[in-house]
Each structure stands twice: as C-alpha cells, then as structure tokens.
T-cell receptor, first 112, second 113 residues
Framework: KQEVTQIPAALSVPEGENLVLNCSFT??????LQWFRQDPGKGLTSLLL?????REQTSGRLNASLDKSSGRSTLYIAASQPGDSATYLC???????????FGSGTQLTVLP | GAVVSQHPSRVICKSGTSVKIECRSL??????MFWYRQFPKQSLMLMAT?????????EQGVEKDKFLINHASLTLSTLTVTSAHPEDSSFYIC?????????FGPGTRLTVL
C-alpha cells in the first residue's frame, strides 16, 4: 500500500527566501506525482504534475523534481511571497484505479 | 480547463438527519469520480471510488451503508451521509478523473450538531 510522507509539517520563512518542501513515497510504481496548494477551508489547487518518466516540472517560481528510484520529490519555491502562505500537499498516483495517495502536507507561512 | 463543482459548499444539520452532496464535472465526462474526507489539519483520505453505472468501491474502514454513493451519469456523482452524527463533521472533497489527472471540486464543509 502506497504511503506518502511530507517533511517538514510546518515551515515559517521570511519573505524573499527560497525554500524546499520534501515528499517521499514508499511504492515507486507510480504513474505520476502531483503537488497541490490548499488555502484554509478551501479545496485544492493543482500546482504541478510530474509524469513518472519526467525528472522535473517548472511553473513560474515553482519547480518540482522527481526521483522515482529513491521515492522522493521536492517542491522548490523561489523568492517566496506572503501570498504563498498555504498548505502544500503532494500526492502519488498509483494502482490500477490511478488513486491519489496524499501526504499530510506542509503548512507554509511566509512572513512579510 | 476542466471544472468540477460541489453543492452545497457548506451544510449544517442536526444529528440523525441525512445529507446529500453533489459533485459535477461541468465541461467533461468522468467515468470515475472519487470522494475524499479531510479532518482539520489532516490530509485527504480517500473514501470511495465511484464508477458510472456500477457500485462504488469503498476503502477499508468506510461504511458503505452510511456513506451512500451514486454515480448515475457521466457528469454527476452524489454522496449521501445517512443518519449523520457529530463525528461525521468534516470537509468532503470530490474529484473527477480526466484524461491524465483528477480534477478536484471546491469541497463541502459538513457540520453535524
């Protein structure tokens, strides 16, 4: 059974810093890995999707990498802004039903 | 882009009543939809996989008689929480399977008094 872990659980940084969020998964037989953002009391906003054959994906200030063999993914946020404050979730897609298994999230606070 | 809606966005009900939550894919057809629940400060946990025209597949520990799922069309799945109790209070999120990924609804906040 797929298990996804995210470290750290919470992170507080001053505005302008670059930061890295970590995600690890136990079953490397994934179709893809996704990163989401969730604001308090809201649904999910998809940030990046990395196919199993890819090593990284970039969107603006966000860069996500994937190392399937080691079961790890990282989300790099450059030049962080207060508006980046949210919970970031990673999810591994695996199994015949292509189910998403979510990590517990990293709660990010960017201080102005 | 693919849009998934949920209705209602928020519901408060008395203990013992049943609550129905709708999940709609607005601009695409979804053979498969998923239902998740999220407790405060926790991640999303898959409750069940809903396939159009067939019975839903429930995850271990999820009571199928309490959480009734109907997927009658390619654009609509419903989750009915029967005889709701305070411990059922949670954030319920659905998703619809697109060509290469799941698209998520905005969620429904259920509060059972």
């Amino acid at each position: 059974k797929q298990e996804v872990t995210q470290i750290p659980a919470a992170l507080s940084v001053p505005e302008g810093e670059n930061l890295v969020l970590n995600c690890s998964f136990t079953d490397s037989a994934i179709y893809n890995l996704q990163w989401f953002r969730q604001d308090p009391g809201k649904g999910l906003t998809s940030l990046l999707l990395i196919q199993s054959s890819q090593r990284e994906q970039t969107s603006g200030r966000l860069n996500a990498s994937l190392d399937k063999s080691s079961g790890r993914s990282t989300l790099y946020i450059a030049a962080s802004q207060p508006g980046d404050s949210a919970t970031y979730l990673c999810a591994a897609v695996s199994g015949s039903a292509r189910q998403l298994t979510f990590g517990s999230g990293t709660q990010l606070t960017v201080l102005p | 882009g693919a849009v998934v809606s949920q209705h209602p966005s928020r519901v408060i009900c008395k203990s013992g009543t049943s609550v129905k939550i709708e999940c709609r894919s607005l601009d695409f057809q979804a053979t498969t939809m998923f239902w998740y629940r999220q407790f405060p400060k926790q991640s999303l946990m898959l409750m069940a996989t809903s396939n159009e025209g067939s019975k839903a597949t429930y995850e271990q520990g999820v009571e199928k008689d309490k959480f009734l799922i109907n997927h009658a069309s390619l654009t609509l799945s419903t989750l009915t929480v029967t005889s709701a109790h305070p411990e059922d209070s949670s954030f319920y999120i659905c998703s619809a399977q697109g060509s290469d990924t799941q698209y998520f609804g905005p969620g429904t906040r259920l509060t059972v008094l």
